[in-house]
């Protein structure tokens, strides 16, 4: 069965300092892994994706993750915060040999950036 | 301009009155899903469909239905609402992967606010 876990429920950073939110995932086989951003009423966006390629991903606004399936991790990170990242961020996994139609969200991460 | 829509985006009912929250896709995807979202509990899938004729139960599949007649629609059902189904749906849709053999990225509807009294 998949799972994912969202260590941490609340990030605070400051302006201009880095971010870091982390994922950690239950699959039988090599995942897909996602990282999404909620922001206030709003719909949800992908920031970045992977899918068996490079391990090291780049995604829109700055975002990065790295897959480390040794750590059977995906931690989403920023070298330096903007307000306008201020957002609830969703990693999620999708297991091709559990059922390929299936995704499990965390249950998210509340990124709050003071000025 | 391709993109998922949800109607009606706000509703309040009552128990027990059956409803349906309507799901198209212009993008031509194969899967399909319905979420919910609850404070703290982040999406929960309830339905999904990786193509026509064929649907399979999320995670909190109880009190729901579903159907997928053609590729763009997927509506949602709710034969006898309860109050505990109040909530923010959310639908979405992706291509299979062509890497992985999963779904690809999901593209969202805006949400329909249930409420259900």
């Known amino acids: 069965a998949q799972s994912v876990t969202q260590l941490d429920s609340h990030v605070s950073v400051s302006e201009g300092t880095p971010v870091l939110l982390r994922c950690n995932y239950s699959?039988?086989?090599?995942?897909?892994l996602f990282w999404y951003v909620q922001h206030p009423n709003k719909g949800l966006q992908l920031l970045l994706k992977y899918t068996s390629a490079a391990t090291l991903v780049k995604g829109i606004n700055g975002f990065e993750a790295e897959f480390k399936k040794s750590e059977t991790s995906f931690h989403l990170t920023k070298p330096s915060a903007h307000m306008s990242d201020a957002a609830e961020y969703f990693c999620v996994v999708s297991d091709p040999t559990t059922n390929a139609g299936k995704s499990t969200f965390g249950d998210g991460t509340t990124l709050t950036v003071k000025p | 301009e391709a993109q998922v829509t949800q109607n009606p985006r706000y509703l309040i009912t009552v128990t027990g009155k059956k409803l349906t929250v309507t799901c198209s896709q212009n993008m031509n995807h194969e899967y399909m899903s319905w979420y919910r979202q609850d404070p703290g509990l982040g999406l929960r899938q309830i339905y999904y469909?990786?193509?026509?004729?064929?649907?399979d139960k999320g995670d909190v599949p109880e009190g729901y239905k579903v159907s997928r007649k053609e590729k763009r629609n997927f509506p949602l059902i709710l034969e006898s609402p309860s109050p505990n189904q109040t909530s923010l749906y959310f639908c979405?849709?992706?291509?299979?992967?062509?890497?992985?053999?999963?779904?690809?990225?999901?593209?969202f509807g805006p949400g329909t606010r249930l409420t259900v009294l």
């Open positions: 979405a849709s992706s291509h299979e992967s062509r890497t992985s053999g999963s779904s690809d990225t999901q593209y």
């Open positions: 469909s990786m193509n026509v004729e064929v649907t």
């Open positions: 699959s039988s086989y090599s995942p897909s």
